[in-house]
C-alpha cells in the first residue's frame, strides 16, 4: 500500500469505505496561510454521494475537521490532520457477495495481494478513499491561487458516446460546470448526459466517461525532467484513481495522427512572456510548464459493481452469477470533477514548491534576504 | 531535476545529447543474478540511432560499460554503474539556432526553469538521455524473466494515421516486431508506414505515432494502491518520455463508451488461477496485477526539430523564421519501442520487489528460512 | 517539515502541544496482524504526562482510537489511521512569554524558519508530538516480535552524573525497567536518581539523561549499505527526538580509544548461525545486523524550559529576564524510554521489509510460491 | 543497498574497492554555478588513500572527470556524472582470507544479506565507496560557500587516547588542519597522535578515533522536523560512514550531565540577528539551525582488518586463526576528515534547498519574480 504522495508537499491519506473515518495528513503546506474548514468544505461537498440522483444514494455529509496545523486559523508549517467520519455504512449490504468477486472490480487482486480484503464494500479500493486527497487539494488549490492565480476548472467531456463539444479553456469556471447535476457545460449535452446516465441507473447497468481539466495561470517552469516531468506526474495522479483508464495532454492521441509542421506550437510575444500562437503542447514543453493553459482529459470505465446479472466464477473458480448489491454510482464522472481537480493542484503545489527552492538556489545574490540574516 | 525513479529497484540516469558520457546507476538489482554487457547491448541496439534512413543519421555505437556492482558475472546487490560514451557529437550544427527557441521543443522552458540551458541539441530534454533508462531496463527485463517469466513486446501500433490492426498479445514477440524496420507487426501497414516516415522525412517534416505494449506472465499482486497503482506508475513512466501525449491501458478511452456490463470482464478458473475471460480491464483491477495480460498504449507527438520554415518568435519576442538543423528522427516510434519496454520493466520490477516483502512480511511462520537463522 | 519516516514501513504523524488531535497513519504494515487499541495503550500509558510526580502535571489519558485500516481486529494492509485527542490544553499559560524566545527551545528557530509558530507550548516541537511515533512503534513491536521474536528494551542509563551501571543485555525486560518510575534498572541507582530530579524539580530547574537500549533477536541481514545503514536510521530516528543530542551504538565513543586487536569480535558457531564472542560491534557489521543483540546509548539534555529566572534577549533583540511558566519535565528520560523503544521498532520493521524483498527477490526459485501463480 | 542520498539534491554513489570505477551522480544541483574538476579535485586528494606513511600504502591517484551536466564550465541544472577510476587494485591480496569473515568486517553480513559478497577486499564495505561522495560533497561545499559564505571544517579530535584539546571553532581552517598529516590542530597532540598511530601500524594493529567538524555562517532556519531535523540528518549522513560508532552535536553526551540553568543558551543581539553567549546547542534548537556555529563529533573504531594473528572462525564455523593479508589504513581519521566535512555539506545543501521552497513559498507577493511571468 503507498498512501503517500508528493515531495515536498506530501500528503499521507487513510480510509476505507467502512471504517470509522477517513482523512489526510498535508505535510509541507507553507506556514501563514488563512485555513479553516470552510476552505476544504465545497470541494468535499462536490464529491459527497447522494448530491444528486445521478450519483449513489449513499448519504455522507463528509464534514471535515481540521485536527492540527492550524492555529488562529493561520497554518503554522506544520502537518495538517484532515478528518471526515464515516456515518452512513451498512457493511451488511455485501454479505451475500462475499464469496464471488466482482468482475473487474478489486475484490480478486486485493485478495490475493494482501491475503486480506475488507469484507464490505470496496475497502480500500471504494472511491471513499478520495476523501482524503479532495480535502488536501482543496489546501493546495487556496495557495496557488493566492500565490500565483492558479485556475484549475475541470468538467465531464464525455459520458458514454455523448460528447461535450467544444470547450473554452480560457473562460469556463466552476459555477458554468456545476450549473448541470451532471456537470458538463454544454447544457443541450448535459440534458442528454444525465438522461443516459438515468436509463443506465434504471437498467442497474453503469456508464463510463471523460473528464476534461484546464489549470491556467500555472507558473512557467513547474515540472522536474526527466522523471518527475509535469504530465508524468499528471498522468501518475490520475492514473491512480480509481476507474481511470486513460490520460491524454494537449493534442494527446489525436497528435499522434499529426504533423510535426501542423502540430508545432509557434512561440509570440504575450505580455510579459512568450507564449505561443496554438496550444496543441497543452501548456508543457519538455515537461515543463510554459505558461499556456495546461489541459488535458483523463477516461474513466464505467463502475463495476452493477446490479445487472453476470455470469462468473467464485473466489474458488466454481461458476455462479452475481447481482451485486450495496449503492453505487451508476456514472462516476459528475463525482469525479472535484477529485481531478483535487489531484491536479497536489501535482502543481508539489512541483511548485520544487522549483521555488530552484530560483532562489541560482546563483543571484540575495543580500538582502532576511532568509539570510545568519550568513 | 528529478533523475531518479523507483523506490527498491531505484534507478539514477544521467547524461545530455552533447557532453562526454551518458548512463545510469541501478541501485537494489537483487544479488546473485548473471549479469554482462551482452544482457544491455541488444536494447540499447535497438534504441541506438543511425540504425535504418528511417532513423536521425547520428550515429552512435552505444557500447555499454559495467563500472560496477557485478563481479565475476554475478551481480553482488550493490549498485551497477553503466556508461556510454558519446562519440558522434556536433555541438557546431546548433549555432544558429542559438537565438531562437524550437517551436514545441524544451528550449524556452529549460532556459526559463533553470536559467541555463544546453547550447548544442536537446541537452537533458534530447532521447539521448534515455539510453540510460534502457540500459537499466534490460536488466530489469533480465530479473523479470529468469524469476518470473515476464515477457514484455512493445511495436508500433500507429504512425500518423495508419494503424497496425489487431495484434495478437499472447504470441507477439521481437522478432514479430523487428522484422520491419518502422517495428510493426502488420507486414502490410508496416511498408506503408515507412513509406510515410520516408517521404516526412524528405519534406523535412515529422509525424507522430503510437507504440502498443503487452507484458505477459506479470505476477497477480503487483501495484501499490492507492496512489502507486500499477496503472499509475506505468503512466508516470510513459509521460516521462520525450514527446509522449497520452496513455491509455487496456480499453483506455474506448472503455469510456461503454457500459459495465458489456466492459465487466467475467471471472473464469485459468489453471491454477483466477483469469477473466475477456481483458477490458488490461491486466489491472484495482491497481494491482490480476494475472492477465497487461497491455497499454503511448501516444507519441511529431518530433518538434524540422527543417520545414517555421513563423516563430526569438527569446525576446522578435518575429523569427526558424528552419532548424540538426539530425533529427522524422517519426520517434520505432525507436520509442524499445525505449517503452524499458520503463515497463522499471516500473513491473519495483513493484514487484515492494510486493515481495509484504508477502513474505505476512504472518504466516517462516521457520525454515535462513534468512530467520539470528532469530 | 517532514513528518513522514520510513521507506515501506511509511509513518505520518501530525500534531502539536495545543491543537484538537495527535497522531498517526502508518502506511505498508503487512496485512493479517491482530490488531486492536490495546495493543498500543500500553506503550502510550508509559509515555504519558503526568505519571508519577518526576514527569509534568499536565494531565493526559491519551487513549488511542483506530481510525482505519483494521477490520474484524485484523490488519488489511490499508493506512492505520491512529488518533489521541488532546485533553489537557491550557495555551493560557504561555501568555507572558510571547515576547521571549526561550533559551535553547525552538522558538526563534521556528519562529525564523516558518515566520509562524504556535503560540502556547511548544507547538510542533512539543515532545507531545512523539505521541504519534509510539502509537506507530506499537504495531511495529508487535509485528517484530510475532514475526521474529525481536524484543526491544530501553531503560535509563544515567540521570546526570548518576550512572545506572551494568545491565546485562540478554535478561533486562520492561518489568525490571518499570520496577522504578525513574526506570532504571539497578534499584539504588534509580533511587538515587529519583531523588536528584525532584531536588531538580524543587529548583525550578532541569536535568538531562541517557538511555540505553537493546534490541534481542534481530535477524541477521537488516540494514542498507551505504546510507541507509542500521545504525545510520538508528541514529537518524534517536537524533530526530526532542532533546536528543548524541547517539553511540556498540563500544560507541569509548571504542575510538580502543585498538583493533582489543575492539575485533571474533566469530564463533552460536547454534545454527555464525556469532560473535564480544560485542563491540553492537549488533552491527558493515552497516548490517550480525544476530548479536543491537544496543546504542541515546544523550538527552536537560529540558530547555526551566522556571529558574534566566538572563535572556526578546525576539527584537532587547534584554529581558524570563521564568518560564507552564508544566514541564525536569527530566525527560523516564518517558523517553518507551519513545526510544519506538523509534527503534519504526526503524528495524522498515528494514525488515526492506530486506525480506531482496532475500525473496534472489535467483532462488520460488515454484510453489501462491504468489506466482499467476507466473 | 541504499545508494542515494537527499531529498532535492540529491547523491547516487557506486562503486566497490575493486571494479573498472567509482563515482556518483549528483542530481538536483542548482544551475548556473562555475564548475570544473579543479574545484572537486582537492578533497579527493585529501581523501586519497596512500598520501602519508599514516594511511594505507594502497596508491590511487583518484582523478575525477565529469560526465554530464556542465557546459562549458557552468552547471546546467541537469545530474551531473562523476567518475573516478580504480587503478591499484590487488585482488589477489585477499585469496587466501576467502573462506575466514574477517571480525569485525562486513564479510560475515554481507554473505549473510546478499547471498554473495565482492571477493576483495571490502566490496562495497570498503572505504572506496567514500569517493563518489567526496565528489559529490565538494560540489556541495562550492555551492554553499559561493551563497551563503558556509564553511566547514574537520580535524582529528583523537587517536586513541589522544585528545587534540581546545579548538577555536571560530577560526580554525583546512589550512591549520593540514599542517599534520595527521590533520589535528594542535601540533604537539599531532606529533603523538602521529607517533602513536605509526606504532600501531608497525605492531600490524589499527587504532580508533574521533573526527571534530564545525560548519560556520550556515543560514538560520535550516532543518525538516520532526523527523528530519538538521541534527538528524547529520547524525543518519554520519553514521553511515565506514567505521563510525557515535555522534554528538553541541554539548552531546556531556550536555546529559548538567542542569538546564547551566546548559540554556541565553539569546543576546549579534548583528541583523538573535545570537547565543553560549553555544551548548552546538548551533541547532529545535532541529533547525540558529545561525550560531554548527559542531558535532563522530567517534570511529579502529579498522578491522589488521595483520596480528585472530583467533576466530570459519563461515562454516570451524575454529581458525586469521593473519589478515591487504593494505588498509592503521587509522582511519586522518582521511576521515574530508569525507566527514564533504557528508555535512551534502546534509546542509539539502537542508538549504528544502528550506528555500518554503520561504518564497510564504504568502508575501512576489509580483516582480520572474519566475512569474506567466502568471
Given at each position: 500500500?503507498?498512501?503517500?504522495?508528493?515531495?515536498?508537499?506530501?500528503?499521507?491519506?487513510?480510509?476505507?469505505?467502512?471504517?470509522?473515518?477517513?482523512?489526510?495528513?498535508?505535510?509541507?503546506?507553507?506556514?501563514?496561510?488563512?485555513?479553516?474548514?470552510?476552505?476544504?468544505?465545497?470541494?468535499?461537498?462536490?464529491?459527497?454521494?447522494?448530491?444528486?440522483?445521478?450519483?449513489?444514494?449513499?448519504?455522507?455529509?463528509?464534514?471535515?475537521?481540521?485536527?492540527?496545523?492550524?492555529?488562529?486559523?493561520?497554518?503554522?508549517?506544520?502537518?495538517?490532520?484532515?478528518?471526515?467520519?464515516?456515518?452512513?455504512?451498512?457493511?451488511?449490504?455485501?454479505?451475500?457477495?462475499?464469496?464471488?468477486?466482482?468482475?473487474?472490480?478489486?475484490?480478486?487482486?486485493?485478495?490475493?495481494?494482501?491475503?486480506?480484503?475488507?469484507?464490505?464494500?470496496?475497502?480500500?479500493?471504494?472511491?471513499?478513499?478520495?476523501?482524503?486527497?479532495?480535502?488536501?487539494?482543496?489546501?493546495?488549490?487556496?495557495?496557488?491561487?493566492?500565490?500565483?492565480?492558479?485556475?484549475?476548472?475541470?468538467?465531464?467531456?464525455?459520458?458514454?458516446?455523448?460528447?461535450?463539444?467544444?470547450?473554452?479553456?480560457?473562460?469556463?469556471?466552476?459555477?458554468?460546470?456545476?450549473?448541470?447535476?451532471?456537470?458538463?457545460?454544454?447544457?443541450?449535452?448535459?440534458?442528454?448526459?444525465?438522461?443516459?446516465?438515468?436509463?443506465?441507473?434504471?437498467?442497474?447497468?453503469?456508464?463510463?466517461?471523460?473528464?476534461?481539466?484546464?489549470?491556467?495561470n500555472v507558473p512557467v517552469g513547474l515540472g522536474e525532467p526527466v522523471f518527475d516531468k509535469l504530465e508524468a506526474m499528471l498522468a501518475h495522479a490520475m492514473l491512480s484513481l480509481p476507474a481511470s483508464k486513460g490520460f491524454e495532454i494537449g493534442s494527446g492521441f489525436s497528435g499522434s495522427r499529426m504533423l510535426g509542421s501542423a502540430h508545432n506550437d509557434p512561440f509570440v510575444q504575450k505580455g510579459a512572456r512568450l507564449g505561443t500562437l496554438t496550444n496543441y503542447s497543452g501548456g508543457v514543453q519538455g515537461g515543463i510548464s510554459n505558461g499556456e493553459p495546461i489541459y488535458f482529459r483523463v477516461a474513466f470505465k464505467p463502475p463495476a459493481t452493477i446490479?445487472?446479472?453476470?455470469?462468473?466464477?467464485?473466489?474458488?473458480?466454481?461458476?455462479?452469477?452475481?447481482?451485486?448489491?450495496?449503492?453505487?454510482?451508476?456514472?462516476?464522472?459528475?463525482?469525479?470533477?472535484?477529485?481531478?481537480?483535487?489531484?491536479?493542484?497536489?501535482?502543481?503545489?508539489?512541483?511548485?514548491?520544487?522549483?521555488?527552492?530552484?530560483?532562489?538556489?541560482?546563483?543571484?545574490?540575495?543580500?538582502?534576504?532576511?532568509?539570510?540574516?545568519?550568513?
Amino acid at each position: 500500500m503507498s498512501s503517500v504522495f508528493g515531495t515536498i508537499f506530501r500528503v499521507s491519506t487513510f480510509g476505507e469505505s467502512h471504517c470509522p473515518a477517513v482523512g489526510a495528513i498535508v505535510d509541507g503546506c507553507p506556514p501563514g496561510m488563512e485555513l479553516g474548514e470552510a476552505d476544504i468544505q465545497p470541494q468535499l461537498d462536490r464529491r459527497r454521494p447522494g448530491q444528486s440522483d445521478l450519483t449513489t444514494p449513499r448519504n455522507e455529509q463528509d464534514l471535515v475537521t481540521i485536527l492540527s496545523g492550524v492555529e488562529n486559523g493561520i497554518t503554522l508549517g506544520t502537518p495538517i490532520g484532515l478528518m471526515v467520519h464515516n456515518r452512513d455504512q451498512r457493511p451488511g449490504d455485501y454479505e451475500e457477495m462475499q464469496g464471488i468477486p466482482r468482475p473487474s472490480h478489486a475484490d480478486y487482486t486485493y485478495q490475493v495481494k494482501y491475503g486480506f480484503r475488507a469484507e464490505s464494500g470496496g475497502g480500500r479500493a471504494s472511491a471513499r478513499e478520495t476523501v482524503g486527497r479532495v480535502a488536501a487539494g482543496a489546501i493546495a488549490e487556496k495557495f496557488l491561487l493566492q500565490r500565483c492565480g492558479v485556475q484549475i476548472v475541470a468538467w465531464v467531456d464525455a459520458v458514454g458516446h455523448l460528447e461535450a463539444g467544444a470547450v473554452d479553456m480560457e473562460s469556463i469556471t466552476r459555477q458554468i460546470v456545476d450549473a448541470s447535476a451532471v456537470r458538463s457545460p454544454n447544457q443541450l449535452a448535459a440534458k442528454a448526459m444525465a438522461e443516459l446516465i438515468a436509463g443506465v441507473r434504471d437498467n442497474n447497468d453503469s456508464v463510463g466517461g471523460v473528464v476534461g481539466c484546464v489549470c491556467r495561470n500555472v507558473p512557467v517552469g513547474l515540472g522536474e525532467p526527466v522523471f518527475d516531468k509535469l504530465e508524468a506526474m499528471l498522468a501518475h495522479a490520475m492514473l491512480s484513481l480509481p476507474a481511470s483508464k486513460g490520460f491524454e495532454i494537449g493534442s494527446g492521441f489525436s497528435g499522434s495522427r499529426m504533423l510535426g509542421s501542423a502540430h508545432n506550437d509557434p512561440f509570440v510575444q504575450k505580455g510579459a512572456r512568450l507564449g505561443t500562437l496554438t496550444n496543441y503542447s497543452g501548456g508543457v514543453q519538455g515537461g515543463i510548464s510554459n505558461g499556456e493553459p495546461i489541459y488535458f482529459r483523463v477516461a474513466f470505465k464505467p463502475p463495476a459493481t452493477i446490479g445487472v446479472k453476470q455470469k462468473t466464477a467464485t473466489f474458488e473458480g466454481a461458476d455462479a452469477v452475481l447481482e451485486a448489491k450495496g449503492r453505487h454510482d451508476p456514472c462516476i464522472v459528475p463525482r469525479a470533477v472535484p477529485i481531478v481537480e483535487s489531484m491536479a493542484a497536489l501535482v502543481i503545489m508539489d512541483l511548485l514548491l520544487r522549483q521555488e527552492s530552484r530560483v532562489r538556489g541560482g546563483n543571484i545574490p540575495e543580500v538582502n534576504s532576511p532568509f539570510n540574516k545568519g550568513a
